[in-house]
């Protein structure tokens, strides 16, 4: 009974990630890992970009041939922030690429290798037992590849979980979009 719960979680989890998408789970993994690791971080970062926006704000407020000996250390603060700034946007970007490539990787292998051990560590193993003449044309072909005859595989059932996994899933989804349809008055 676990093997054949554990199947229909596994498809759920599976064809969930595959409706969210890897790349929206990954992007808001990044976030909480950039939130965790990298606060110190990320709290300069956003510093140093509020400075460049009041040093913009400054610069344009400011007349470069009134006040030229002012305009010019605003002028060259305001380059030395945004090279800092544009060093550590690179890094970020560097980090997260590399971030996402690695847990999009171990993401796929995760999902994708447990349904592969499954199969193949259980794959003489029946799911459950059918009732005796109930599919009797086609029993074969549901204990299909070495299950005992009379019995539903292990690879057979993975199907039938996730085909009923992404039903359920597209069902939600819509019933999501139906509540959410804005009303013109």
């Known amino acids: 009974m676990y093997l054949l719960l554990f199947i229909l979680a596994l498809s759920f989890v ?8 890897y790349s929206n789970l990954v992007t808001q ?10 606060s110190k971080e990320v709290r300069a970062q956003q510093t140093l970009k509020q400075d460049i926006i009041r040093l913009q704000k400054e610069l344009r407020q400011t007349t470069a041939q009134d006040e030229f000996a002012k305009w010019a250390k605003i002028k ?8 800092a700034y544009d ?7 560097f980090a997260k690429s590399a971030f996402e490539i690695k847990v999009t990787i171990a993401l796929r292998i995760l999902l994708y290798g447990s349904r592969t051990f499954v199969v193949f ?4 193993a029946p799911v459950f037992f059918l009732p005796s003449r109930w599919f009797n044309p086609i029993g074969w072909f549901l204990s299909f590849p070495l299950a005992p005859a009379g019995s539903v595989s292990i690879p ?4 039938v979980c996730h085909r009923i996994a992404r039903q359920v899933i597209d069902v939600g989804r819509q019933s999501v979009k139906v509540v ?5 008055s």
């Not at 060259?76 to 090279?83: E, S």
């Open 180 to 184: 959410n349809v804005p009303t013109s």
């Open 87 to 93: 060093a550590q946007t690179s890094d970020a970007a």
């Open 156 to 159: 057979v059932w993975m199907f």
């Open 121 to 124: 560590w259980y794959r003489s």
């Open 29 to 38: 993994l990044w976030h909480l890992y950039r939130q965790s690791r990298f």
């Open 76 to 83: 060259r603060r305001l380059d030395k922030d945004m090279a």
């Open 14 to 21: 599976t064809e969930l990630c595959h409706s969210i998408g």
